[in-house]
């Protein structure tokens, strides 16, 4: 088996491990019946609460079935891309590319079983609430975030090379 080839399912089963963590979470606050404190200091505080969201990232408010269709679509672009980013051995987008999937994917499962996304964390600022968010979701943060910065990079090398 060739070094990426070892990369790649390293890759995958660490985000298969952050899917499970999120899906351990999940369920764990579904049969939960109330919230608790994470964190607590100063008016600074971290919930863990159960939130079912049943719109669209940012609360955009669109059909279940709508949700779905374009989440799977968008999978489809992401493992087209990944598969692309595979055969040219470009290992951190592999990782990225991955963690935005595996983070999708969970978000998918949650509106197919119960029709709306499991949220779980709710951190609190004297001046600010931050939305309730869960692992999943930061999972395809962090993934997004990070490959956009590694596109940005790739683009800006290649100009400087045809300058």
Do not use: C
Not at 21 to 44: H, P, Q
Not at 90 to 117: C, K, M, P, T
Not at 137 to 142: E, L, S
Request: aromatic share 18%.
């Amino acid at each position: 088996m060739k070094k990426i080839d070892h990369y790649f399912v390293l890759i995958q089963l660490l985000g298969f491990l952050f899917f499970g963590i999120d899906r351990f979470l999940k369920g764990n606050i579904l049969s939960a019946n109330s919230e608790r404190e994470l964190f607590s200091l100063d008016g600074y505080r971290i919930l863990f609460s159960r939130y079912l969201n049943s719109d669209m990232a940012f609360s955009l408010p669109f059909p279940v079935w709508l949700i779905i269709g374009v989440t799977l679509v968008i999978l489809g672009i992401l493992m087209k891309y990944l598969l692309r980013s595979w055969q040219k051995r470009e290992f951190a987008l592999i990782a990225f590319q991955s963690l935005i999937i595996w983070g999708a994917f969970s978000n998918l499962w949650d509106r197919l079983v119960y029709g709306a996304v499991v949220d779980y964390v709710l951190v609190e600022l004297p001046f600010f609430k931050w939305p309730v968010f869960n692992v999943a979701d930061g999972m395809v943060v962090m993934g997004v975030l990070s490959a956009g910065l590694v596109y940005f990079w790739q683009s800006t090398s290649i100009n400087k090379k045809r300058g």
